[in-house]
Protein backbone atom coordinates (compact mmCIF):
# COMPACT_ATOMS: atom_id res chain seq x y z
CA UNK A 1 0.00 0.00 0.00
CA UNK A 2 1.04 3.94 -0.38
CA UNK A 3 -0.28 6.70 0.87
CA UNK A 4 0.12 9.80 -1.19
CA UNK A 5 -0.55 13.00 1.05
CA UNK A 6 -0.49 16.57 -1.23
CA UNK A 7 0.27 19.81 0.37
CA UNK A 8 -2.35 22.59 0.48
CA UNK A 9 -3.17 24.26 -2.82
CA UNK A 10 -4.49 28.14 -2.86
CA UNK A 11 -5.41 31.25 -4.47
CA UNK A 12 -2.86 32.78 -6.91
CA UNK A 13 -2.91 35.84 -9.03
CA UNK A 14 -2.26 35.26 -12.86
CA UNK A 15 1.14 35.12 -13.03
CA UNK A 16 1.47 34.11 -9.91
CA UNK A 17 3.76 30.54 -8.97
CA UNK A 18 2.95 27.69 -6.80
CA UNK A 19 4.80 25.13 -5.23
CA UNK A 20 2.74 21.47 -4.84
CA UNK A 21 4.14 18.62 -2.69
CA UNK A 22 2.95 14.80 -2.51
CA UNK A 23 4.53 12.94 0.54
CA UNK A 24 4.27 9.27 0.05
CA UNK A 25 4.55 6.35 2.71
CA UNK A 26 4.64 2.91 2.73
CA UNK A 27 6.32 1.54 -1.05
CA UNK A 28 10.15 2.38 -1.61
CA UNK A 29 9.92 5.41 -2.44
CA UNK A 30 12.34 5.35 -5.82
CA UNK A 31 10.58 2.87 -6.91
CA UNK A 32 7.28 4.76 -7.33
CA UNK A 33 6.38 6.01 -10.72
CA UNK A 34 4.85 9.49 -10.02
CA UNK A 35 2.34 12.15 -11.69
CA UNK A 36 0.79 14.75 -11.73
CA UNK A 37 -3.36 15.25 -12.92
CA UNK A 38 -5.52 17.56 -12.53
CA UNK A 39 -9.31 18.28 -12.86
CA UNK A 40 -11.22 21.30 -13.71
CA UNK A 41 -15.11 21.33 -13.11
CA UNK A 42 -17.22 19.29 -15.83
CA UNK A 43 -13.79 18.52 -17.53
CA UNK A 44 -12.13 14.73 -17.61
CA UNK A 45 -9.21 14.26 -15.26
CA UNK A 46 -5.90 15.65 -17.10
CA UNK A 47 -2.24 14.60 -17.33
CA UNK A 48 0.09 17.52 -15.80
CA UNK A 49 3.56 15.97 -15.35
CA UNK A 50 5.27 12.54 -14.87
CA UNK A 51 8.15 11.00 -13.45
CA UNK A 52 9.81 8.02 -13.51
CA UNK A 53 11.45 6.33 -9.77
CA UNK A 54 14.85 7.73 -10.52
CA UNK A 55 14.02 11.06 -11.45
CA UNK A 56 16.00 11.40 -14.68
CA UNK A 57 12.73 11.06 -17.25
CA UNK A 58 10.25 13.20 -17.16
CA UNK A 59 6.75 14.31 -19.34
CA UNK A 60 4.61 17.26 -19.41
CA UNK A 61 1.66 17.94 -21.42
CA UNK A 62 1.73 20.49 -23.76
CA UNK A 63 -0.65 22.87 -22.01
CA UNK A 64 1.80 23.47 -19.44
CA UNK A 65 5.40 22.48 -21.10
CA UNK A 66 7.61 25.09 -19.86
CA UNK A 67 6.17 26.70 -16.61
CA UNK A 68 5.89 23.30 -14.83
CA UNK A 69 8.59 21.43 -13.57
CA UNK A 70 7.88 17.90 -11.86
CA UNK A 71 10.72 16.81 -9.37
CA UNK A 72 11.31 14.38 -6.71
CA UNK A 73 13.35 13.89 -3.43
CA UNK A 74 14.07 10.18 -2.96
CA UNK A 75 15.38 10.71 0.27
CA UNK A 76 12.31 12.77 1.48
CA UNK A 77 9.87 10.62 -0.25
CA UNK A 78 8.27 13.21 -1.36
CA UNK A 79 7.63 14.08 -5.26
CA UNK A 80 6.63 18.14 -6.21
CA UNK A 81 5.31 19.90 -8.89
CA UNK A 82 7.10 23.63 -9.39
CA UNK A 83 4.45 25.85 -11.03
CA UNK A 84 5.55 29.28 -12.90
CA UNK A 85 3.57 31.94 -15.07
CA UNK A 86 0.03 30.18 -13.52
CA UNK A 87 -3.33 31.44 -15.94
CA UNK A 88 -7.07 30.67 -14.68
CA UNK A 89 -6.96 28.08 -16.83
CA UNK A 90 -5.09 26.27 -14.91
CA UNK A 91 -7.47 26.39 -11.76
CA UNK A 92 -8.58 22.62 -11.34
CA UNK A 93 -8.21 20.59 -8.23
CA UNK A 94 -4.53 18.76 -8.48
CA UNK A 95 -3.84 15.14 -7.96
CA UNK A 96 -0.79 13.45 -7.10
CA UNK A 97 -0.18 9.78 -8.31
CA UNK A 98 1.78 6.73 -7.85
CA UNK A 99 2.46 3.29 -9.44
CA UNK A 100 5.20 0.63 -7.75
CA UNK A 101 7.23 -0.47 -10.10
CA UNK A 102 9.96 -3.19 -9.99
CA UNK A 103 12.54 -0.81 -12.86
CA UNK A 104 12.99 3.02 -11.49
CA UNK A 105 12.84 4.20 -14.75
CA UNK A 106 9.36 3.53 -15.72
CA UNK A 107 7.46 6.93 -16.95
CA UNK A 108 3.55 6.81 -17.08
CA UNK A 109 1.11 9.21 -18.29
CA UNK A 110 -1.98 7.77 -18.32
CA UNK A 111 -4.61 7.88 -15.20
CA UNK A 112 -5.47 4.39 -15.83
CA UNK A 113 -1.96 3.19 -15.49
CA UNK A 114 -1.61 4.81 -11.57
CA UNK A 115 -3.33 3.09 -8.76
CA UNK A 116 -2.56 5.39 -6.05
CA UNK A 117 -3.95 8.54 -5.59
CA UNK A 118 -4.03 11.63 -3.65
CA UNK A 119 -6.79 13.08 -2.18
CA UNK A 120 -6.29 16.25 -4.47
CA UNK A 121 -5.78 19.81 -3.76
CA UNK A 122 -7.45 22.72 -5.25
CA UNK A 123 -5.54 25.68 -7.06
CA UNK A 124 -7.38 28.61 -8.04
CA UNK A 125 -5.89 30.88 -10.15
CA UNK A 126 -7.66 34.37 -10.31
CA UNK A 127 -7.52 38.45 -9.76
Not at 26 to 33: D, E, K, M, N, V
Not at 44 to 63: K, L, M, N, P, Q
Not at 81 to 101: F, G, H, I, R
Request: hydrophobic share 30%.
Amino acid sequence: QVQLVESAGGLVQPGGSLRLSCAASGQTFSHLAMGWFRQAPGKAREFVASITGSGDVTHYSDSIKGRFTISRDNPKKTLYLQMNSLNPEDTAVYYCAAKWTSSTRVSITTPSGFNYWGQGTQVTVSS
